[in-house]
């Protein structure tokens, strides 16, 4: 329910849904589903901040801000809707939507509550607003909106949302981080269960654990960078995201915390998933620690790490579980120490190093780049010489595979028309030959 | 602030939940460690299975090291806690205080007198007895026949005079309930108070120190077994463990495996700990170690493929070889056994019968897709690749209800027209089965020097078909279609009527059975000396278990012990050998017992050499059906 509304913006609602006449709008969820389309003042409808298509960047701006409420204290406050406006506007891809506005004019009505908060269209409603005070078009001073009863609740709301997010035509409009953090809030708010998240957002099971995996590795990362990196930053990201939380689900726990320090310093750094794949491999940090170490100033970052690190062990957790830590362990353990020291620097920091001089994160960045694709390259020359061990085996056993298929084709062949016996055992002396020349190797 | 509690009413449950201050990635990290166990839960909460949480326990060092997230253990979850942390320091301890002294079991034997104990240990079985006590929970993977039952008493006497425990619950297989209510009452000056649990329906008297009831029974009654293992010390006792292999996956393993949290102290017993592989082993270590496998058990342990790879037996033996104790089948001295294979080529219409068979078969599954359901019908192919090469036909005849649930099958799907049915026609007029005439004269010719002869067969249906066969020999037949119950009316044939009919009724020389059925907890070697195989499926418990029922402690030195295997060359059966060898050798291995490959199997010079070496079963199958030179390498 909505306990607190704005009378007075609900009022001027009221009076202009009076009369107005009734559309059908098929994703709302009760069974009145025909509900009045009014034309309403661009600069009058305010912009949802609950909107799950903004939710990183609105993260973003919580922590530069600063303003931990900025959002949901007053939600339909100046600086709040200013924000949002700016968040909409710097989106990906506003500037084509102006210009489709700009030739073709609003296309679908927007929806917005009974106070006028747009539940969909808020793009839109930022692009028409936008041409009509910057650039004073006339087609752009009115935005045409569903208007929902006053007595909609905040589920409605949310499911109208994920209804209208599941329509083809807006689905490409969330980022991969976005739409995880829709799935994310279904999933907590449906009692875990993975079933329903999926019929609610007409996806597999499968898919939106996926996505939901994803958001989690990412969340890490980001608490690990202590407020100076955002979810926003990581919506490149996305493969490297999506094929760290693939590999580390069912690998060994030593396995799965070798390779997420592995992708998340890489991924910090800006390396490739390309050359990130190389290293989903149980020693994988070995690898990178192998190249820190011929490093210099990689060698000097692990002393720093290593001597700001403060280890909390006491209690019953350690007492249950021993001491099982291995060296893979203490390679883990050595590359997330780097991992959230980098993380909760700003590029432009510097760090004073053991035996004087100093370096800018920046350049440390750059240097773990660097070691974690020297990293990847080692990875993979391994990896090949592994594979071409057992190449002749591979290869004749899909020829082995082939030529059963050819007895299994063979009698319906024949039958053709077409059929040429001569080319036929052609071929067959020549796969001879082949085995033979083999077998004298 | 992430606050973490155990809840231990009904299933085991550890509910997380976090403050608004909490960390979001500590969170983030939380619910991907547990994301397999998560039961329900909001934004705020997580509910999740307890083995999931305790096995992934390390996750909680992480989001204090990692992220500096604070970490409040509730009190139930912190006493679990501390109980974990004691066995693993106890064992641990065990493993650094060596072999015992003779004073060391001499004192033992005394307190075990003390605690009400009257029947006298052998020396093996005190060593096992003293490991066991020292151990805070205990595996006996002694083989068949080394008293387990025995032991596992003598454990629960010096537990009980110590303090530690005051009751006992037992969950094994019907069969072996007459074992333990003949030692109960044979091993204590004062037998304890014992109720067999029947079902739902049974009344648990508050006085009753030790319950018995099945794997069946405590999955369907789990609240009321549990609330007798809960309300006080518990020793709770799995035997013939190896049926819970299928872990959290299995209706059983799962209930035993949520009771294991209610049990002060634990035991498992089995001859077989690990019929398919070291992956068996994961599940016996869950339930006695509950969330602590992982710190035991090597990472290769949990990749079921790799379960008979050299390397992954040998690390997984070194990781649990303190934990467990193991009488092998050598030290048991039982006299010897000679194993004879016979291996003849089928008469001609069951080889065309195979032949057309396996054609049909062979184009759909030498192409390398393996699908699910690929492997549901190879299953299927198998029972009638079975049947076909020991008695065509069953192949239209379907499972019988008596089978091994793992062994149903529907009839051969026939639309007329095939060679197949013109063939099946002509069989039964013209040929019978090679191993059935085979089996007819071993039997006769037992009969006429007087020996007993046990028949061993996969099918009930072959059952069925020698015990019209064989009637003038009076047969015994036990299989599931026979019901065990030893209260009912008299005409009712049960198996235990069964078993005293062939071991006490001279005119009844030859017992059918399935090893499903029968073969653990059954004693039989007092009378039968020789015992034939039909047929045998790819299972190596069910091949282990059964050999033991006439080869075991108890024997006169003078007796030997034979076992004939019928094969019917360049068929299954072959194949079905050859994996048989290769998953005793492992469990060999795995349990330090090299022996168990002498005596549990024909040695080279009694069968054929040079098995097929294949990863597993499905391979085994596939290789079998692609082999166009099988069946003319006979």
Redesign the interface.
């Known amino acids: 329910m909505n306990p607190v509304i704005d009378q007075e913006r609900a009022d001027f609602l009221a009076t202009r849904v009076a009369g107005a006449k009734l559309q059908l709008l098929p994703q709302w969820m009760r069974p009145e589903k025909e509900l009045p389309v009014v034309n309403l003042p661009v600069e009058w409808v305010c912009f949802s901040t609950l909107n799950h298509r903004t939710r990183a960047e609105q993260m973003r701006v919580i922590m530069t801000s600063g303003v931990g409420d900025l959002f949901n204290g007053d939600p339909m406050g100046q600086a709040a809707q200013a924000a949002q406006l700016k968040i909409l506007s710097e989106q990906e891809g506003f500037e084509e939507l102006k210009q489709d506005l700009r030739e073709r004019g609003q296309q679908e009505p927007a929806v917005v509550t009974a106070e006028g908060v747009l539940i969909n269209g808020n793009r839109r409603s930022a692009g028409l607003r936008n041409l009509w005070l910057g650039e004073g078009l006339p087609s752009a001073r009115y935005v045409r909106a569903y208007v929902l009863p006053s007595d909609a609740t905040t589920d409605e709301l949310i499911d109208l949302e994920t209804e209208l997010q599941v329509a083809k035509d807006y689905r490409e409009d969330y980022s991969w981080v976005n739409e995880a953090l829709l799935i994310e809030?279904i999933f907590?708010?449906s009692?875990?269960?993975w079933d329903r998240v999926a019929s609610r957002m007409r996806l597999k099971p499968s898919e939106v654990?996926v996505q939901y995996?994803k958001?989690?590795?990412?969340?890490?990362?980001?608490?690990?960078s202590n407020s100076t990196r955002y979810h926003a930053d990581f919506v490149a990201n996305e493969s490297a995201f999506e094929e760290l939380?693939k590999h580390?689900k069912d690998k060994?726990?030593?396995?799965a915390?070798s390779v997420r320090s592995v992708y998340f310093l890489g991924t910090l750094a800006g390396v490739n998933y390309r050359d990130l794949r190389h290293l989903r491999r149980k020693d994988a940090s070995s690898f990178v620690r192998a190249e820190f170490a011929s490093d210099p100033t990689l060698t000097s970052l692990l002393t720093v790490v290593n001597s700001t690190e403060a280890?909390?062990t006491d209690d019953?957790?350690?007492?249950?579980?021993?001491d099982?830590r291995g060296t893979a362990d203490n390679e883990n353990?050595d590359l997330?120490s780097v991992l959230?020291f980098l993380a909760q620097r700003k590029p432009d920091e510097i760090v004073p190093l053991p035996g004087g001089g100093e370096v800018p994160i920046d350049n440390l960045l750059a240097s773990v780049k660097n070691a974690v694709n020297a990293a990847a390259n080692e990875a993979n020359e391994d990896s090949k010489d592994a594979q071409a061990v057992v190449v002749p085996i591979v290869r004749l056993t899909s020829a082995r595979?082939e030529l059963?298929?050819v007895g299994?084709s063979l009698a319906k062949a024949r039958s053709h028309y077409d059929w040429d016996e001569e080319i036929f055992k052609t071929r067959l002396y020549e796969v001879k030959a082949a085995l033979a020349h083999i077998e004298t190797l | 602030m992430i606050s973490v509690e155990l809840y231990r009413q009904g299933r085991p449950t550890v509910i997380v939940e976090r403050t608004d201050d909490g960390?979001?990635?500590?969170?983030?990290?939380l619910?991907?460690a547990l994301?397999r166990g998560?039961?329900?839960?909001?934004?705020s909460r997580?509910?999740v299975h307890a083995d999931v949480f305790l096995a992934?326990?390390?996750v909680?060092?992480?989001l204090?090291?990692?992220?500096g997230e604070r970490?409040a253990?509730g009190p139930t979850l912190?006493g679990h806690?501390?109980s974990?942390?004691a066995d693993?320091r106890s064992r641990?301890a065990v493993v650094d205080a060596g072999n015992p002294d003779l004073e060391a079991l001499e004192a033992l034997e005394i307190e075990l007198a003390q605690a009400g104990f009257k029947r006298t240990l052998r020396d093996f079985q005190i060593r096992n007895l003293y490991r066991l006590v020292s151990l805070p929970h205990g595996a006996d993977f002694s083989v068949p026949g080394a008293g387990k039952t025995t032991v596992s008493l003598a454990g629960y006497a010096i537990l009980r005079a110590r303090g530690i425990v005051s009751r006992l619950a037992v969950i094994g297989p019907i069969a072996a309930f007459g074992a333990w209510k003949e030692d109960l009452v044979e091993c204590f000056h004062v037998p304890p108070k014992l109720i067999i649990h029947a079902g739902t329906a049974t009344v648990i008297p508050k006085n009753t120190e030790v319950l018995l009831s099945n794997y069946h029974r405590a999955a369907n009654d789990y609240d009321a077994v549990r609330e007798f293992v809960a309300k006080e010390p518990t020793q709770l006792v799995l035997d013939e463990a190896h049926r819970i292999k299928r872990g959290a996956a299995g209706v059983h393993g799962r209930a035993v495996l949520d009771l294991a949290y209610a049990a002060r102290r634990r035991d498992v017993l089995t001859g077989t700990p690990a019929p398919q592989g070291a992956f068996d082993l994961v599940a016996l270590v869950s339930f006695l170690y509950p969330g602590?496998d992982?710190?035991i058990l090597p990472?290769a342990t949990?990749f079921e493929k790799l379960g008979r790879d050299e390397s992954v037996l040998i690390d997984t033996n070194a990781a649990v070889r303190r934990y467990f104790v193991r009488t092998a089948k050598a030290e048991l001295r039982l006299p010897e056994t000679r194993f004879e294979v016979i291996r003849e080529p089928m008469p001609p219409i069951q080889a065309a019968i195979y032949d057309a068979l396996l054609g049909q078969y062979r184009?759909s599954f030498?192409?390398?897709d393996r699908g699910r359901h690929q492997m549901q019908r190879l299953g299927r192919i198998v029972m009638y690749l079975l049947e076909a090469a020991t008695n065509p036909m069953l192949l239209t005849a379907g499972s019988d209800d008596g089978d091994d649930p793992a062994l149903v099958h529907p009839p051969l799907e026939l639309h007329g027209g095939e060679r197949l049915v013109d063939l099946l026609a002509r069989y039964s007029s013209f040929e019978e089965p090679w191993k059935y005439q085979r089996i007819s004269k071993i039997v006769a010719d037992a009969a006429s020097r007087n020996e007993k002869i046990l028949v061993w067969s996969s099918f009930v249906r072959n059952l069925k078909s020698l015990d019209r066969r064989l009637a003038e020999f009076e047969p015994a037949i036990v299989h599931g279609g026979v019901p065990s119950d030893e209260l009912a009316a008299v005409d009712v044939v049960t198996r235990e009527r069964e078993f005293d009919r062939f071991r006490h009724d001279p005119a009844c020389t030859v017992l059918l059975a399935n090893p499903a059925a029968c073969g653990e907890g059954v004693s039989l070697h007092h009378w039968c000396h020789h015992a034939v195989y039909l047929d045998r499926t790819f299972n190596a418990g069910h091949f282990l278990q059964s050999q033991d029922r006439i080869h075991r402690l108890g024997l006169a030195d003078n007796i030997l012990t034979r076992f004939t295997l019928l094969l019917s060359a360049g068929t299954i059966d072959d194949s079905v050998d050859g994996r048989l060898v290769e998953k005793v050798t492992a469990l060999s291995r795995l349990m330090d017992d090299p022996d168990l490959v002498q005596i549990a199997l024909p040695s080279s010079d009694e069968g054929l050499d040079g098995a097929p070496a294949f990863d597993d079963d499905y391979q085994a199958v596939v290789a079998h059906l692609?082999d166009t030179n099988a069946r003319s390498a006979e």
């Open positions: 809030e907590e708010s009692n875990k269960d654990r995996e958001l989690q590795q990412l969340h890490q990362l980001v608490a690990m939380s580390v060994s726990p030593a396995e915390a280890n909390a019953l957790i350690e007492d249950v579980l021993g099982d353990a997330t959230s595979d059963i298929r299994t | 960390n979001l990635g500590a969170w983030a990290r619910q991907e994301a998560i039961e329900s839960g909001s934004p997580t509910v992934e326990l390390s909680l060092r992480e204090r090291t990692v992220f970490i253990l912190s806690l501390r974990m942390a693993r641990e602590q992982r710190q990472d949990y184009s030498i192409l390398p692609a």
